[in-house]
């Protein structure tokens, strides 16, 4: 499944129930939440290549 897919669904999702303003902006701060997660693990990852300190083929075979 990729990004496309997991947004079409989560849109789904949304219009399926009925969201309080409460509701609407917790769910919403944890996307938000999850989004940063993603983006200091991917800037990690970056550096951590950068310096040299991990290869390519390395964290190929490394689960997430």
Do not use: K
Not at 23 to 29: A, G, N, V
Not at 41 to 59: C, P, Q, R, V
């Amino acid at each position: 499944m990729n990004h496309t897919d997991a947004t079409g669904q989560l849109r789904e999702a949304e219009e399926l129930v009925r969201w309080t303003c409460g509701e609407r902006i917790r769910f919403l701060w944890y996307r938000l939440c999850l989004a940063g997660q993603e983006m200091i693990y991917a800037n990690g990852w970056m550096i951590e290549f950068h310096m040299g300190l991990t290869s390519a083929d390395s964290t190929a075979d490394q689960p997430r």
